[in-house]
C-alpha cells in the first residue's frame, strides 16, 4: 500500500531483467531478440556489470587444458564478434589456469552491449535499484524500485533475477545461502590498469618470476597480502591489466563492510603498482591509470534452486537432462589465504548446467541466473565465469520467450523445447 500511495512512475512490460551484467545483458537482449517486450533496469549508468565494472577477459568460453574446446556460443558470439570487428578484443593464451580467454576493451564493451540491447529493442532504464517485490501470494507480479524520478513500479510477467546478489529473489521470499548466512565467501579484487609499459620486456616475465619477485618484495617488506595473482596483455600497446589485490572475509551486501572494501581495495592497487614499479622488468616508467568502476565481488547470495549445482557434478564432468549450457572451468577459489586453489576437471571435459539451477524455489514468475544461481560455494567457484554466466542469460532469455509466448510460467516451459532453441541460436547444451 505504501508504494502504491507514493508511485511516481509506473512501467508495464512482458520481460523484466534486473541487472545488466553479463547474465542479464544476454537474457534481455535474446528475449528481446525473440520477440518480447523487455525493460531492463541496471543501477548504474551503463551496461555490463562486472563485465565493464571491473574485468577485460571472458573466460568460459573454451576449456583449459591441452585442446581448448569452445563450449559458449549463439548471443554470446555476438558481443566477441562485434568486439573482434572493431579490433578491441584478442584471444589471450591460457598463461594464468583459466583456460583461454578473450580479453577486451571494456569501453568499448559498453557500447557494444548498447548496440546489441538497443538493436533488439530492449528498453532501458539506468540509474534505477531495485528495492522491493510486487506480489500475490508466491508469484512475483513485478518489482519496486528508486531512481532520481522517484518510487517507480514495474509489472511484468516474468521477470529474470540478473542482480548478482539474487535481490528480487530473496526479496520475494526464496531461500538461498551465501551473503549473509555467515558462511565462507570468496575475496573481492580491485583490478587497476597500468600504462606506459614497455611491453617487450614485461611480456617476458612469465607467472613463476612474477611471483618470485612478489615473494621478493614481501620479505623486503613490502605490504602485498595476496602472493600471487596475475597482470596480463591488453588490445593496447603499453598498456597491461591486473588481478592482484585480494580483500577477504567480507560480505558485500553489509553496506559498511563493503564500504571499507572499496578502500582497502584502492589502498592495495595503490601499493602493488609501486611493486610493479619497482620489482618488475618493463614497468619501470608505468603508471597506475585506472581502478576498477568498484570493487569486483565474487561471491554474495546464492539461491537455493529446484536443484543445487554440487563439487560432485563439476568435478566429474557430470551431464543432466535439463542442461541448458556447459561449462569446463575449474574451481577457482579466492579463498581468504594468500593464494588460490584450483581443482580441475579431467583435461577436455564439461558438466551440464542444468536448468533446474535457474528456478528458485517457494516463488513463481522468476528465473535467477549469473553469479547468484543454485550452486554450491565450491560448484559456484567454477561455473561463475562470464562465458557461463552469458550462456544462462541466453538460456532464460529463451525460456523467458517460451513462457510469454505459451501464457506459461518460465518454470512450466518444455526444456526440450528449450534446448532446440537454444541450439539453433548457436548455443551450446
Ligand atoms: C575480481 C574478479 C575477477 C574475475 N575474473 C574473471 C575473469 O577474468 N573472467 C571471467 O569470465 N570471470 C571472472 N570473474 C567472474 C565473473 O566476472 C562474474 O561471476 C560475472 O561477471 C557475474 O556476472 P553477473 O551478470 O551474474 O553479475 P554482475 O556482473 O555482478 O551483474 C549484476 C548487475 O546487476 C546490477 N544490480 C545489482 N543489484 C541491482 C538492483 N537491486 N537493481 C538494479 N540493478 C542491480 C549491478 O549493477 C550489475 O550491473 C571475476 C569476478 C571478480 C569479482
Redesign the pocket.
Known amino acids: 500500500m505504501l508504494y502504491q500511495r507514493t508511485i511516481d512512475r509506473e512501467y508495464t512490460t512482458d520481460v523484466l531483467v534486473?541487472?545488466?551484467?553479463?547474465?542479464?545483458?544476454t537474457a534481455a537482449i535474446t528475449a528481446a531478440q525473440g520477440g518480447c517486450r523487455v525493460l531492463l533496469?541496471?543501477?548504474?549508468g551503463f551496461?555490463?556489470?562486472?563485465?565493464t565494472?571491473?574485468?577485460?577477459?571472458?573466460?568460459?568460453f573454451y576449456t583449459p587444458g591441452q585442446v581448448a574446446h569452445k563450449v559458449v556460443g549463439g548471443v554470446p558470439d555476438q558481443v566477441v564478434e562485434r568486439l573482434m570487428t572493431r579490433g578491441r578484443a584478442l584471444m589471450r593464451p591460457n598463461t594464468y589456469g583459466?583456460g583461454q580467454?578473450i580479453t577486451y576493451d571494456p569501453q568499448t564493451l559498453k557500447i557494444v552491449w548498447e548496440e546489441l540491447a538497443v538493436a533488439a529493442g530492449v528498453r532501458l532504464l539506468y540509474h534505477?535499484?531495485?528495492?522491493d517485490t510486487i506480489m500475490h501470494d508466491t508469484q512475483v507480479l513485478g518489482v519496486v524500485?528508486i531512481n532520481k524520478s522517484g518510487i517507480v513500479r514495474i509489472n511484468a510477467r516474468i521477470i529474470i533475477d540478473?542482480?548478482?546478489?539474487a535481490?528480487?529473489a530473496v526479496r520475494a521470499g526464496a531461500p538461498y545461502e551465501g551473503g549473509d548466512d555467515g558462511s565462507a565467501l570468496q575475496s573481492?579484487?580491485t583490478?587497476f590498469q597500468m600504462i606506459n609499459v614497455d611491453d617487450a620486456q614485461a611480456r617476458r616475465v612469465n607467472k613463476t618470476q612474477l611471483h618470485a619477485l612478489m615473494a621478493d618484495a614481501i620479505a623486503r617488506g613490502y605490504d602485498l597480502p595476496r602472493k600471487e595473482g596475475s597482470v596480463h596483455i591488453t588490445p593496447f600497446d603499453g598498456v597491461m591489466v591486473t588481478?592482484m589485490t585480494r580483500v577477504a572475509h567480507v560480505n558485500a551486501l553489509d553496506i559498511e563492510a563493503l564500504t571499507a572494501a572499496e578502500i582497502e581495495g584502492r589502498r592495495q592497487a595503490e601499493r602493488y603498482a609501486q611493486f610493479l614499479i619497482d620489482y618488475v622488468p618493463g614497468y619501470q616508467r608505468a603508471v597506475l591509470n585506472q581502478l576498477?568502476h568498484q570493487i569486483?565481488?565474487?561471491e554474495t547470495r546464492r539461491i537455493i534452486g529446484a536443484y543445487q549445482l554440487t563439487r560432485d557434478d563439476v568435478i566429474n564432468a557430470r551431464d543432466a537432462a535439463d542442461s541448458i549450457a556447459r561449462c569446463g572451468a575449474p574451481i577457482e577459489d579466492?579463498h581468504g589465504g594468500s593464494d588460490t586453489t584450483w581443482h580441475y576437471l579431467a583435461d577436455g571435459a564439461t558438466y551440464a548446467i542444468p536448468f533446474r539451477c535457474l528456478i528458485p524455489q517457494e516463488i513463481t514468475g522468476v528465473l535467477v541466473?549469473?553469479?547468484?544461481l543454485s550452486a554450491s560455494h565450491d560448484a559456484h567457484a567454477s561455473v561463475?565465469?562470464?562465458?557461463q554466466?552469458m550462456a544462462m542469460?541466453q538460456a532464460a532469455g529463451v525460456a523467458a520467450t517460451m513462457a510469454h509466448d505459451q501464457h506459461v510460467a518460465p518454470h512450466q516451459v518444455d526444456v526440450l523445447a528449450v534446448q532446440k532453441a537454444i541450439t539453433r541460436l548457436g548455443g551450446i547444451v
Open positions: 534486473v541487472g545488466s551484467g553479463s547474465a542479464g545483458a533496469v541496471e543501477r548504474y551496461m555490463g556489470g562486472t563485465s565494472q571491473v574485468l577485460d577477459t571472458f573466460y568460459g583459466a580467454g534505477t535499484t531495485v528495492i524500485a540478473a542482480s548478482g546478489d535481490d528480487v573481492l579484487t583490478t588481478n576498477s569486483g565481488v565474487r579466492h541466473i549469473g553469479r547468484c561463475r565465469s562470464m562465458g554466466c542469460g
